[in-house]
């Protein structure tokens, strides 16, 4: 009886023909399902209708009344003919600017995962242009629950905003549609790896011209960064793409930071994320020293070390140091460029004693007495070493093994910039830019954040168009931030971005009274989790935390919808100069003393309840404190060496420096002093109610 039921059923397990579709695995709407099935004979078409028989033209004008979604969703649906009519590209531009969800037409998915989100390739409808669209879902990236866009996020959307360069990769469109950010690149063929396999398949070894030009565009990108203030922090073959000319990109800057001035400790690494992903494991190899000994401050050198090990990678196809944990990946560093001495805490026992050796005494004839003071020197414990560089001598040849042995200095000081790098003899291309934040390398950083003051700078008299806010709100709801700042314990560069935030908002959205504080609030959590410690490792409620500070007069949901809002009206350019931020580079540029910087900063802080102080930029208002603050401590330089600096006419400093100084005398002399009670908290160690502001004399100074 089995067997006959067995042999009565058995038709259902044949396999379906390719050429029959089964209707229940395809979408109700979709073109197939109007198809009939194949079978024998011709088959017979139905009439187009009277609609099909127009112009194309008249059609392409007809879709242009549509919605993005409907002709996605429902044009689409009706016959080949409507997709390929719905999918034209002038009826995309003419829609103008859609959300990206339905302005790209994905084709592939390259990447999934929880952090990152997916990866798709695919069209930009409206330009025809080949594109990468990457959807993060925000309430999955968070352990279920919906905090926000995240610190990564924030950071690589906003920096790639600013960053205008061949060789780092540019971003077209980011938005926030409900619980899903998109985020629009350009996209490259080829990642570096899978580049130079492809490469290595058709040739037996990829040659040295091949290699120089690619290791030349990568500094070129990286000089460019560097001298913006940005570290990539997570340079490796992956996040190096390669297009169909050859053109080199550095992309994924969800790691990266800004340099602050003076250098703070940054977000340490969390080893236990290696122990859960491949991916963070192989991150580990390019990893430079003073990483793995938990350096907390530390700058664009890092980034000079993972280029080192990716120029070591092309020259033989495999991982410079591939250890596979912390302690396995420092002895096979070590192994290579020697034990360093009294660059870290090692104690005298913990590696075996190690020598460096010079890279390019592999290139000399082995008959010398050089190659064999070097084998000497090696062998037997480093014999791996010295068939690595046996591998290296005949591509990078003598210069490529200098340039790869100064990438690779364990000591920070030592180790190549990126900028001394295109001037070496490897690469042959010169260069004017200099080394990073030396006396002379500072002026271009200042310059990109003076540039850059010029783009975002708020309407200075966005009250006019205000019909519920006046200059007294605003004064209240900042005096507030102060506390809140205080509460949080957050870096004065933060409180001075929100306060920037909550300009630029007013100045292009009607606030109702009823919700200025849940913009200043909003304002200050996207300030907090783009420019604090990152703790994206952990699940974060920071909209929970900034709710419950209104005393519960806003939700989290709402602070979250007011962030996503936000972030749409900047337009996610969150890198925003400030009075802090050009003072503190003043500075250090200038050579100030420290007790005179703490007037500058109180000064800085108390600007910011000032509204019509936003008619002067903050270059020009940090000038204007630094001067005071050196009258009050009679402390000028003694060399002043202003080369370099934002110039701005005499009467327009003098301006600046006189509404400075009636700001400080009103808070001195003010009766309403309760106004001035959160600042004078915050520095109290100055005794604020004690600090007269000095009288005026003229005097040479940063102009």
């Given at each position: ?248 990109k550095i992309v994924d800057l969800t790691l990266s930071r800004l340099i602050c001035l003076p250098h703070y400790p940054y977000t340490p ?111 037997p414990a480093r014999e791996s070493t010295l068939k690595l560089l046996s591998k290296l001598a005949p591509v990078l040849r003598k210069d ?50 003076h540039n850059l003051e010029s783009q975002l700078l708020p309407n200075p008299n966005y009250l006019s168009s205000q019909e519920n806010i ?234």
């Amino acid at each position: 009886m089995k067997k006959e039921g067995f042999k009565r059923n058995s038709h259902l397990l044949k396999p379906r023909l390719k050429s029959r579709e089964c209707l229940s695995e395809l979408n109700y709407n979709s073109f197939e399902t109007r198809l009939p099935l194949k079978r024998r004979g011709p088959v017979k078409r139905k009439a187009p209708n009277f609609l099909e028989m127009l112009p194309q033209e008249l059609h392409l004008e007809m879709l242009g009344f549509l919605e993005a979604e409907d002709l996605v969703k429902s044009v689409q649906a009706v016959s080949r003919y409507w997709r390929e009519i719905a999918n034209h590209p002038l009826v995309w531009k003419r829609l103008g600017s859609v959300d990206l969800r339905w302005g790209v037409k994905c084709t592939e998915c390259l990447v999934e995962r929880r952090s990152k989100g997916k990866v798709f390739r695919g069209i930009d409808r409206a330009t025809q242009e080949r594109v990468a669209l990457r959807k993060v879902y925000l309430d999955v990236t968070n352990a279920g629950y919906d905090d926000g866009v995240p610190t990564s996020l924030l950071r690589e959307i906003s920096y790639l905003k600013e960053c205008h360069h061949k060789n780092v990769g540019r971003i077209l469109r980011a938005e926030v549609v409900n619980r899903t950010v998109y985020i629009c690149n350009e996209v490259g063929e080829h990642n570096l790896k899978d580049y130079i396999k492809k490469l290595s398949s058709e040739k037996s070894t990829v040659s040295r011209g091949i290699i120089q030009n690619i290791t030349r565009q990568i500094c070129e990108g990286l000089s460019y960064m560097h001298h913006k203030g940005l570290i990539h922090r997570n340079l490796k073959p992956d996040n190096i793409l390669v297009t169909s000319d050859g053109t080199v990109k550095i992309v994924d800057l969800t790691l990266s930071r800004l340099i602050c001035l003076p250098h703070y400790p940054y977000t340490p690494e969390d080893p236990k994320e290696r122990e859960r992903s491949g991916r963070e494991a192989r991150r580990l190899w390019y990893r430079s020293p003073e990483l793995l000994f938990r350096k907390e401050i530390y700058s664009s050198e890092v980034d000079m070390w993972s280029l080192g090990c990716l120029l070591a990678e092309m020259c033989t196809g495999q991982p410079l140091f591939n250890g596979e944990s912390e302690i396995e990946q420092l002895f096979k560093i070590f192994r290579v460029t020697g034990v360093p001495k009294g660059e870290f805490p090692i104690e005298s026992k913990a590696f075996p004693n190690w020598e460096a050796v010079d890279f390019a005494h592999a290139t000399e004839p082995k008959s010398t007495q050089v190659y064999k003071n070097l084998v000497k020197e090696l062998i037997p414990a480093r014999e791996s070493t010295l068939k690595l560089l046996s591998k290296l001598a005949p591509v990078l040849r003598k210069d490529g093994l200098e340039f790869l042995q100064k990438c690779l200095r364990t000591s920070t000081r030592q180790r190549m910039t990126a900028s001394q790098a295109l001037k070496h003899p490897f690469l042959e291309v010169p260069s004017c830019c200099d080394t990073l934040f030396t006396s002379c390398q500072l002026n271009q950083f200042v310059n990109s954040l003076h540039n850059l003051e010029s783009q975002l700078l708020p309407n200075p008299n966005y009250l006019s168009s205000q019909e519920n806010i006046s200059a007294s709100m605003r004064s209240i709801l900042v005096d507030w931030l102060l506390d809140v700042s205080v509460h949080f314990e957050v870096m004065g560069e933060t409180l001075h971005l929100a306060v920037g935030y909550i300009d630029r908002v007013l100045s292009k959205m009607a606030v109702d009274k009823s919700k200025l504080q849940l913009v200043g609030v909003t304002c200050m959590k996207i300030a907090d989790v783009f420019n604090e410690k990152s703790k994206e490792y952990y699940r974060q409620e920071n909209s929970t935390e900034y709710a419950y500070i209104t005393a519960d007069e806003y939700t989290a949901q709402q602070v979250v919808e007011m962030e996503k809002q936000i972030l749409k009206l900047l337009d996610f350019r969150l890198v925003c100069p400030t009075t802090l931020s050009f003072l503190k580079a003043f500075a250090l540029k200038l050579e100030i003393d420290e007790e005179t910087c703490r007037v500058g900063k109180y000064l800085a802080d108390l600007l910011l309840l000032s509204y019509p102080c936003l008619k002067f930029a903050p270059s020009l208002l940090a000038s204007g404190c630094l001067y005071l603050s050196c009258l009050h401590t009679n402390s000028f330089p003694e060399n002043l060496d202003c080369s370099g600096l934002p110039e701005y006419p005499h009467s327009e400093f003098e301006e600046a420096v006189q509404a400075i100084r009636d700001i400080w005398l009103e808070a001195r002399s003010n009766p309403a002093f309760s106004r001035f009670e959160s600042i004078n908290g915050k520095h109290q160690e100055l005794n604020p109610r004690n600090l007269w502001p000095p009288s005026l004399h003229p005097r040479e100074w940063i102009h």
